[in-house]
Nanobody
Framework: QVQLVESGGGLVQAGDSLRLSCAFS????????MGWFRQAPGKEREYVAA???????SYTDSVKGRFTVSRDNGKTTVVLQMNSLKPEDTAIYYC?????????????????WGQGTQVTVSS
């Protein structure tokens, strides 16, 4: 059974940076697309970024130029580097794995989810 464990969240000020990590276990990491999603209070969970097994990357428009997603197949880890953080980036951030191997924004295509890590950006 695939398990995903996020880490790296915290409380920062606007303009600061955070690095989120997601540790993957229980499957063949290199077969999976890995996505990052976030959910702010009172809002639906939304797509942030994803990376395919071959390294194709996609971002939602609001984080382009500020966030960078990367994967390390040797360490079975996916990282979301978040720079120039804004108060509107405040949310619980979730890591997800899609065994079909495609980069997609659709939540229902992801097979496994982590428990989430809280990111709070103060103004």
């Amino acid at each position: 059974q695939v398990q995903l464990v996020e880490s790296g969240g915290g409380l920062v000020q606007a303009g600061d940076s955070l690095r989120l990590s997601c540790a993957f276990s229980g499957g063949t990491f290199s077969d999976y697309s890995m996505g990052w999603f976030r959910q702010a209070p009172g809002k639906e969970r939304e797509y942030v970024a994803a990376v395919s097994p071959s390294g194709y990357i996609s971002y939602t428009d609001s984080v382009k130029g500020r966030f960078t997603v990367s994967r390390d197949n040797g360490k079975t880890t996916v990282v979301l580097q978040m720079n120039s953080l804004k108060p509107e980036d405040t949310a619980i951030y979730y890591c997800a794995a899609d065994r079909a191997g495609y980069v997609t924004r659709r939540l229902d295509t992801y097979d496994y989810w982590g428990q989430g890590t809280q990111v709070t950006v103060s103004s």
